[in-house]
């Protein structure tokens, strides 16, 4: 079995499904399993639903679900000019049932809503492409990810059982490609024991490829984008960029821990505790080779990466009792940014402060300068960059600190750091 991912830009409208249809057809006979996202930018939409609905601001929520209907009517339109095909009766009854929640009960965990109703994105896409793939004489077989992905309750971001979900694809799963060679089915989700729907995260769906190709011992995952592969950097930072032919698990844990966000971060772990390789493909250029991720570390030092997160801001915690920065201050201090549920982009401490890098957005400053104000003095440097160098040598550093002044800088043997002004 391969199993294959076709994110929201590579279903966005009809041109892109008939292309996913072209795809597909280069691999006759193979057992292919097929996750779909939510097309082009329908699960955005449907985060604005879950906020209409809480609001139950109704004028709102109308609205919205019709842009959302209309979208995928008139992808239907051009895939099935004929109304008669029975797709249409079951997305207007995906429709209805996604109208009749403003009347429903909005309870009081808003993460398990959002999950029941976002959740709908990938429903709505994976029927579509399915009825369009046997249209089109593609031996297909749609499946409920939501029976096959066992997760505990932590909505949004539900937690895999992976034994549970193991058993469940190979019971499920893997014998329905007695009946099909294509077994098509939903990234992003997954189901509690008591089948509430649970989603992964958002861009969850390379990690729904992950999970079951790990579960179904896959040969291999292909990961279809619109960029020819895993490149040494973003190209919208950056005009000189390279393609990583092949790269190892572990570097590509790395490279998206600092931030390279071409896969979602969860998915390589499964598969290198299974050694399935990892391809990432254009869905522009099928035949080209991608990337492939595996498991020798032989190419990772080829070529320098660059991984850049813009609007940062540095702040720097000083005990005022002037005691050193030592274990016990260490703990209160990521004890307060936990429970603001601060990410850190990088840290570092001297003597007498700790200092932490993190996303001048996701933070709310008052707060945090509330929290510590009564024993820690907090200065803080805003609108920095952080850049992060795999792989670097004194070209590749002078290259991006040029003109910069820089702030702060860490290095270890691979990878070098720095907070740019
Ligand atoms: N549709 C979901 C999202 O946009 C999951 C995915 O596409 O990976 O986050």
């Given at each position: 079995?391969?199993?294959?991912?076709?994110?929201?830009?590579?279903?966005?409208?009809?041109?892109?499904?008939?292309?996913?249809?072209?795809?597909?057809?280069?691999?006759?006979?193979?057992?292919?399993?097929?996750?779909?996202?939510?097309?082009?930018?329908?699960?955005?939409?449907?985060?604005?639903?879950?906020?209409?609905?809480?609001?139950?601001?109704?004028?709102?929520?109308?609205?919205?679900?019709?842009?959302?209907?209309?979208?995928?009517?008139?992808?239907?339109?051009?895939?099935?000019?004929?109304?008669?095909?029975?797709?249409?009766?079951?997305?207007?009854?995906?429709?209805?049932?996604?109208?009749?929640?403003?009347?429903?009960?909005?309870?009081?965990?808003?993460?398990?809503?959002?999950?029941?109703?976002?959740?709908?994105?990938?429903?709505?896409?994976?029927?579509?492409?399915?009825?369009?793939?046997?249209?089109?004489?593609?031996?297909?077989?749609?499946?409920?990810?939501?029976?096959?992905?066992?997760?505990?309750?932590?909505?949004?971001?539900?937690?895999?059982?992976?034994?549970?979900?193991?058993?469940?694809?190979?019971?499920?799963?893997?014998?329905?490609?007695?009946?099909?060679?294509?077994?098509?089915?939903?990234?992003?989700?997954?189901?509690?024991?008591?089948?509430?729907?649970?989603?992964?995260?958002?861009?969850?769906?390379?990690?729904?490829?992950?999970?079951?190709?790990?579960?179904?011992?896959?040969?291999?995952?292909?990961?279809?984008?619109?960029?020819?592969?895993?490149?040494?950097?973003?190209?919208?930072?950056?005009?000189?960029?390279?393609?990583?032919?092949?790269?190892?698990?572990?570097?590509?844990?790395?490279?998206?821990?600092?931030?390279?966000?071409?896969?979602?971060?969860?998915?390589?772990?499964?598969?290198?505790?299974?050694?399935?390789?990892?391809?990432?493909?254009?869905?522009?250029?099928?035949?080209?080779?991608?990337?492939?991720?595996?498991?020798?570390?032989?190419?990772?030092?080829?070529?320098?990466?660059?991984?850049?997160?813009?609007?940062?801001?540095?702040?720097?915690?000083?005990?005022?009792?002037?005691?050193?920065?030592?274990?016990?201050?260490?703990?209160?201090?990521?004890?307060?940014?936990?429970?603001?549920?601060?990410?850190?982009?990088?840290?570092?401490?001297?003597?007498?402060?700790?200092?932490?890098?993190?996303?001048?957005?996701?933070?709310?400053?008052?707060?945090?300068?509330?929290?510590?104000?009564?024993?820690?003095?907090?200065?803080?440097?805003?609108?920095l960059s952080?850049v992060?160098?795999?792989?670097?040598?004194?070209?590749?550093?002078?290259?991006v600190t040029k003109d910069k002044e820089i702030i702060?800088?860490?290095?270890?043997?691979?990878?070098?750091?720095f907070v740019l002004k």
């Amino acid at each position: 079995m391969l199993v294959f991912k076709f994110g929201g830009a590579s279903v966005k409208d009809a041109d892109a499904i008939r292309n996913v249809a072209s795809i597909l057809s280069l691999y006759p006979g193979k057992k292919l399993t097929v996750v779909v996202s939510a097309m082009g930018k329908s699960t955005n939409k449907l985060e604005e639903i879950v906020d209409a609905l809480e609001s139950k601001n109704h004028k709102l929520f109308v609205g919205l679900v019709d842009e959302l209907e209309s979208f995928h009517m008139d992808i239907m339109a051009a895939l099935f000019p004929e109304k008669h095909f029975k797709i249409y009766q079951t997305i207007e009854e995906l429709f209805e049932a996604l109208r009749s929640r403003f009347e429903a009960v909005f309870s009081e965990n808003k993460s398990f809503e959002y999950d029941q109703i976002v959740s709908l994105g990938e429903v709505l896409s994976s029927q579509i492409v399915s009825a369009y793939l046997i249209d089109q004489d593609f031996s297909v077989k749609w499946m409920d990810a939501r029976k096959l992905i066992r997760t505990d309750h932590t909505y949004q971001e539900g937690k895999v059982d992976w034994k549970k979900t193991e058993q469940l694809v190979q019971e499920r799963m893997l014998p329905e490609f007695n009946e099909a060679d294509i077994l098509l089915t939903q990234g992003f989700m997954g189901h509690t024991s008591e089948g509430f729907t649970t989603t992964l995260g958002r861009e969850g769906s390379d990690y729904t490829a992950g999970i079951l190709a790990y579960c179904g011992q896959a040969e291999s995952v292909t990961i279809w984008k619109d960029v020819p592969g895993m490149l040494n950097a973003d190209p919208k930072y950056f005009s000189n960029t390279k393609k990583l032919e092949a790269i190892s698990f572990k570097e590509a844990i790395e490279l998206s821990y600092y931030g390279a966000s071409v896969i979602h971060p969860k998915t390589i772990q499964p598969l290198q505790n299974r050694n399935i390789p990892l391809f990432v493909k254009s869905f522009l250029d099928p035949k080209a080779a991608g990337t492939a991720i595996q498991a020798s570390s032989s190419y990772d030092h080829l070529i320098p990466s660059y991984i850049f997160k813009f609007d940062q801001v540095l702040y720097s915690f000083t005990p005022k009792d002037f005691s050193f920065i030592v274990e016990e201050n260490l703990s209160v201090i990521f004890g307060k940014l936990s429970a603001m549920n601060v990410k850190i982009n990088l840290m570092q401490n001297s003597a007498l402060s700790f200092s932490i890098l993190t996303d001048q957005k996701k933070l709310k400053k008052d707060e945090l300068l509330a929290l510590f104000q009564d024993d820690y003095e907090v200065k803080y440097n805003e609108n920095l960059s952080l850049v992060t160098i795999r792989h670097y040598d004194n070209l590749t550093i002078e290259q991006v600190t040029k003109d910069k002044e820089i702030i702060l800088q860490q290095r270890t043997r691979h990878t070098a750091r720095f907070v740019l002004k």
